[in-house]
């Protein structure tokens, strides 16, 4: 009984910061709080014994549920809000003074621009930039490397400002990069498949991609080797907003890899295969 009492005490000490976070994610305060309750379910079905620092392991399992929300809705094609955005979120018929100061926690104009950003982007800009996670952190969260994560929040961060595309590299400079890369992968180049990766590139699979036989691995010579003679099958394409290359087998996409490239060179590929993630990413196949 005691445990359970100092569970829930821990608990509620998170809760506001649980909520925030969660409402900047889901740009709902319902949903928000749908999210924080499920993750009180989950706490209580944990054995919390080997978890260190309670409030983390809350803020990672409320961003988890979240994502799921978002790529939910984002699969059903549903807007995130039941009526506009200033209405849902001050509604006066429910609590003016609690909604209202939670929209003036976030400011309306920004919810609005979250809502644009694609739900593994929203999730890494609420919580880097919002919540000061290390991108180490947030990686582990949205299925992505660390160099991705990054670069998943930087284009967020640019959309919310209104700046547009990062000009040290433009969308031309990716195209030739990344057909770069998938033309020694073809041939089986070693050379040029080095020549086109960053020293320390991080190759990171989910795990039904890891099955296909190339597992997580980090460093230009190891991803050159396991990519050497393997996309003959691929397609450049748009993947969530970057440039990759998709798989498709009768019409089907089978494989989405999306490319992180940072000064003239991929610094990361991540590569979904699991179905049910499959369906939830957008993608759109480049003409040769």
């Not at 994610?25 to 379910?41: H, I, N, P, T, Y």
């Not at 073809?186 to 991609?209: C, E, I, M, Q």
Request: proline share 4%.
């Amino acid at each position: 009984m005691d445990e359970k009492r100092w569970l829930a005490d821990e608990f509620e000490a998170n809760r506001s910061h649980l909520r925030a976070a969660a409402y900047r994610m889901l740009g709902s305060r319902s949903e928000a709080e749908d999210a924080v309750q499920e993750a009180w379910l989950r706490l209580n079905r944990t054995d919390t014994t080997g978890i260190d620092n309670l409030g983390g392991w809350l803020t990672t399992v409320v961003a988890r549920i979240c994502l799921d929300m978002l790529r939910a809705r984002k699969s059903r094609r549903e807007e995130p809000l039941e009526t506009p955005v200033h209405a849902a979120i001050v509604d006066p018929a429910k609590d003016p003074e609690r909604e209202a100061a939670f929209a003036d926690s976030v400011g309306l104009a920004l919810l609005v621009v979250l809502q644009t950003l694609a739900p593994a982007e929203r999730v890494a800009f609420v919580l880097h930039d919002m919540f000061d996670l290390p991108f180490d952190e947030i990686a582990p969260i949205i299925g992505r490397s660390s160099a991705a994560t990054r670069q998943l929040a930087s284009r967020a961060r640019r959309r919310v400002q209104g700046t547009g595309e990062a000009p040290e590299v433009d969308l031309g400079r990716k195209r030739t990069i990344a057909e770069a890369f998938l033309t020694a992968s073809r041939n089986g180049d070693l050379g040029a498949l080095v020549a086109v990766l960053a020293p320390d590139v991080v190759f990171s699979p989910d795990a039904t991609a890891a099955r296909y036989g190339i597992g997580a691995m980090r460093g230009a010579t190891a991803v050159a080797e396991a990519f050497k003679g393997r996309a003959q099958a691929a397609q450049m394409a748009i993947v969530e907003g970057e440039l990759g290359f998709v798989v498709l087998v009768g019409g089907q996409v089978r494989v989405a890899v999306s490319l992180t490239i940072e000064e003239g060179r991929i610094a990361a590929i991540d590569a979904v295969a699991d179905p049910d993630h499959l369906e939830q990413i957008e993608f759109s196949v480049l003409d040769d």
